[in-house]
């Protein structure tokens, strides 16, 4: 193919595989965020973290329907167009028209390996730290008034009346038994301040009492003060509180690969780590493998001088069918029986030999010489001088 024509081709395929891609992700990232986080998450500064724990992971599982969708809406245009058939007057083959668009869906498919290894393992545990923030309440400015919350496993009861300010809260009461002393303190104040340091949060309380009783005691000591600080386990200004897990989606590039040793011992962890394998190393390639099959289809189904091209319009839904059958396989049916990635694996391998039967198909009827008139086409006699 003329380089020109290769150029403007890929251009066009590129941009609408860009333009698809950002209708399928905002959509799904913003759904997926408000389903998990409260509306005073938002207060909480909790919306960025979860935002970065999400996209990159979104970005690379829906590039291959972005880019299987926009070329086969470009050859669909072509098509109707009558530009295929231009093509073949040129004498160019079934692939060497395509070879704009493979183009295009091998770099779709470098990125979304890229997005998959390194990007998305490096950002999607935010997303698990924002969900950890907010299941056990570790960030004081998602506190609801009213309402008792627990920390450090229960030994802590937190509650107040009313927020002053997004950190200053009125009549407060805390419940507390310290393990170490053996000894169980009530504790009440007229205001308290939330300071946010590296570590954790600061509470600091004014003009307040302290009652304490010794495990065993009837006799309870009470004290009044003017300020009491209390250090809590909260979330800081040194980011979000540390989990006691990482997942296998955590694990970057080759490392993730070396922890199949290490959890071969573990059924659910190893499942964890097939269905993770299945996604890294299969749903990137189907940008190369979807195209081929979006441009066999279409080719197959419409007539290359724009004849009955509408009835390709159907076969858009070919590409997300397969796609979303392939990633539901690899996120649920592997987790039950890791075997069954051996299935992902297979279907992939068919959509592609299929894709190269349609494509070598055409070519060997296309080949020798122009596409074929469409009876229906009159030729039109030219006018002698």
Known sequence: MPRLLFGYFAKRIALSALLIELSLCIPVVMTSIFHYLPPTAVRGGLLWPALLGTLPTVLYIALPIATGVAIMLEFIRMSSDGMIAVLYSLRLSVWAICMPAVAVSLGATGIGYAISSYIAPAY?????????????SLNHRMLEPA????????????????????????????????????EERVITAAQTEFRRNDKGVVLVMSKGSIETRK???????????????????????????????RGVFEVPGAE?????????????????????????????????????????????????????????????????????????????????????????????LAELAVALFLLQRENATRRGGPPAMDPMVKTIPASGT
């Open 147 to 182: 309402q008792f919350y627990t920390f450090a496993s229960g030994t802590r009861t937190l509650y107040f009346q009313r927020w002053q300010s997004p950190d200053v809260a009125l009549g407060m009461f805390i419940h507390e038994f310290d393990t170490e002393k053996q």
């Open 215 to 245: 495990q065993g005691s009837l006799s309870i000591r009470g004290a009044n003060f003017d300020e009491y600080v209390m250090p809590i386990d909260m979330q800081g200004t040194g980011g979000m509180p540390k989990r006691g897990w």
């Open 256 to 348: 993730f690969f070396a922890e199949r040793t290490a959890d071969i011992h573990d059924p659910q962890r190893l499942a964890e780590w097939t269905s993770e394998a299945a996604k890294r190393i299969g749903i990137p390639v189907l940008s190369f493998v979807h195209a081929l099959f979006g441009i066999a289809l279409v080719l197959a189904v419409s007539s290359a001088t724009g004849r009955g091209s509408s009835a390709t319009t159907l076969t858009l839904l070919a590409v997300p069918a397969a796609h979303i059958a392939i990633l539901i396989g690899a996120e649920t049916l592997v987790r039950k029986d890791i075997q069954l990635v051996w299935v992902i694996a297979a279907a992939i």
């Open 124 to 136: 999607v545990g935010q997303m698990h730290d924002v969900i950890y923030v907010i299941r056990n």
